[in-house]
Each structure stands twice: as structure tokens, then as C-alpha cells.
């Protein structure tokens, strides 16, 4: 048996890039998909619940326990880069989120001393848009999800 997919949001600083996200999510998916947020931070945290996440917890053990039970991840690429959100992700949470079996929809927004190449630079709101259509098209796909929960 199947069990419904769990979407995790990660974010830090204020959470508003997840805050939006999770709104989108919202949106644009059936109400029953389960959205879990991670922040860096309380603050971020609690942005991101006011979206109308379905649970979420902050730092790093949070991160460490409970990532494995997430299908998707939808970060902006800070949250797999040690020390991103000005020190506040710990190399623990990026080892964490970028080991997960979860797949990773990760935006490519710029961190200091990060470039990338093969990205065309895009408004957030586009970047966000590309993601959702990217979460929708695993999910009605059927994918299989991590069941190891």
C-alpha cells in the first residue's frame, strides 16, 4: 500500500521564500498532501506555518530526525550549503537534507561565493513556479515514494 506523499519545505532566516512556497503548495495541490517545514530559525518557522503547513519544526536535530520522512524537498540551494543563511544552516542539517533519499527541488537562488553556471537567472516568482510544476509532475506521475517511514 501507498501512503500519501510528504512534501518538506525548508527555509531559514525570516522563511519567507518557504512561506511562499508552502502557500503555493497550497494552492495548486490537493488539501490531504502533508506539508512539513523546516527552519533554521523559530522565526522562519513560524512563517512558514502561517502558510498553512501541515506540521513543522525548527534546527538541526529536527532536521536530522525527521527529513526521512519527507518524499520531496523544496529548498532555495542554501540549504544544502553548509553555513548558508549567514551561518544559520549547520553543515549537520546540509549533510542531513542533501543525503535524504527524498528528491530535491532546490532553487537556485545566490548564496556568497556561489555562481552558477547553466541557470538562466529568473524572478523568484518564475523560479517558484517552475518548482510547484515540478512537485506536481512527480506527484501525478505516481512516482514511488520512500514507504522506509
Given amino acids: ?3 500519501k506523499p510528504v512534501i518538506a519545505v525548508i527555509d531559514g532566516m525570516g522563511g519567507n521564500i518557504g512561506h511562499q512556497i508552502v502557500s503555493q503548495l497550497r494552492r495548486e495541490l490537493p ?3 502533508e506539508i ?3 527552519g533554521t530559525n523559530s522565526a522562519a518557522t ?3 506555518m ?3 503547513a501541515s ?3 525548527t534546527g538541526e536535530n529536527a532536521i536530522r530526525v ?3 520522512q519527507a518524499d520531496i524537498v523544496v529548498a532555495p540551494i542554501a540549504a544544502v550549503i553548509p553555513n548558508s543563511y549567514l551561518g544559520e544552516l549547520t553543515a549537520g542539517m546540509a549533510a542531513a537534507i542533501s543525503s535524504s533519499r527524498a528528491r530535491k527541488i532546490l532553487l537556485p537562488l545566490g548564496q556568497l561565493k556561489v555562481a552558477f553556471v547553466g541557470v538562466s537567472h529568473q524572478p523568484l516568482p518564475h523560479l517558484m513556479e ?3 510544476d515540478m512537485v506536481k509532475q512527480i506527484l501525478a506521475n505516481g512516482e514511488e515514494v520512500n514507504t522506509d517511514v
Avoid: Q, T
Wanted: zero cysteines.
Fill in 1 to 3: 500500500m501507498r501512503k
Fill in 31 to 33: 488539501g490531504d498532501i
Fill in 36 to 38: 512539513m517545514v523546516f
Fill in 46 to 48: 513560524a512563517n512558514m
Fill in 50 to 52: 502561517k502558510a498553512r
Fill in 55 to 57: 506540521r513543522g519544526a
Fill in 66 to 68: 525527521s527529513i526521512s
Fill in 130 to 132: 517552475e518548482a510547484i
